[in-house]
């Protein structure tokens, strides 16, 4: 479970300043889906950076079932995401020279398991986004729906307990984009897991059982019954 309390984010852009989080509170259970929408330079990557552990806020605490991601070391932090943490970009974030199975295993890297293991774990996560075929190939050699999922079988071969997503559907069409978004919703379903995810499609917002808002950094959230 999240807890966020106060949690601030001050940019300094040489004299200037941006806040880009001013005060937010949230809480977010175990297996529990949200999705968070609001206008360019809201504070959505932001927030998720502070989920994620990839920066630490300004003020306030992230704790993540019971540890404030913003008090840990680097060297525990990094492990906090190389075993709970997922995460999917818009632009997808492949290495071009590795095929899509390396990518994939890139992600077990600090997990230290046995070559064996890894490479069996990197291949049934491709299978379980479709892509068993095209291991093999590097990521010029996919369409952008592909390597999405290649990316969605990287966050996930590690069994995160947390699955964070921003805008994953903004670099593809239509077609691919329904395709990717039914990926993601079946993991998480299978997974368990904690979903968390910014988008501008507001087909998407409007189905999700808990909708967030950030605007100038401060949050609202709707809980949506009819869903
Ligand atoms: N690394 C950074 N350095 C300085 N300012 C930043 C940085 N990252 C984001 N910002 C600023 O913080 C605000 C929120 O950005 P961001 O979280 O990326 O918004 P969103 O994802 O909602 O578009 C924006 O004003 C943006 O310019
Ligand atoms: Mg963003």
């Known amino acids: ?7 601030t984010k001050r940019y300094k852009r040489g004299k200037e300043t941006v806040d880009a989080l001013d005060g937010i509170d ?3 259970g175990d297996g529990d889906r949200l999705v968070i929408q ?16 990839l920066d630490r806020p300004t003020s306030g605490s992230v704790t993540l ?3 404030d991601l913003a008090k840990l070391s680097e060297s525990k932090l990094t492990r906090v995401r190389s075993e709970n943490i997922g995460f999917v970009f818009q632009s997808f974030n492949l290495i071009p020279t590795l095929t899509a199975q390396e990518n994939v295993e890139t992600a077990l890297v600090p997990l230290k398991l046995k070559v064996r293991e890894r490479r069996e774990r990197a291949a049934a996560a491709l299978e379980s986004v479709g892509l ?7 990521p010029a050699e996919l369409s952008g729906g592909q390597q999405q999922r290649v990316a969605i079988a990287r966050a996930l071969v590690k069994r995160p307990k947390v699955l964070l ?11 691919m984009r329904d ?8 993991m998480w379903k299978e997974h368990g897991l904690t979903f ?7 087909a998407i917002a409007r189905k999700a059982p808990r909708l967030a808002t950030i605007r100038k950094g401060r949050i609202t959230v709707k809980e949506n019954v009819s869903s």
């Open 26 to 28: 949230l809480t977010i």
């Open 132 to 138: 068993a075929e095209r291991s093999g190939h590097l």
């Open 65 to 67: 079932d019971g540890t």
């Open 196 to 202: 968390i995810m910014v988008t501008h499609d507001s």
């Open 179 to 186: 395709e990717i978004m039914e990926v993601l919703e079946t």
């Open 1 to 7: 479970m999240y807890e966020l309390r106060g949690v």
């Open 165 to 175: 997503a921003d805008e994953p559907t903004g670099n593809l069409d239509e077609s």
């Open 38 to 53: 609001g206008p360019t330079g809201g504070g959505k990557s932001t927030l998720l950076q502070m989920l994620g552990g």
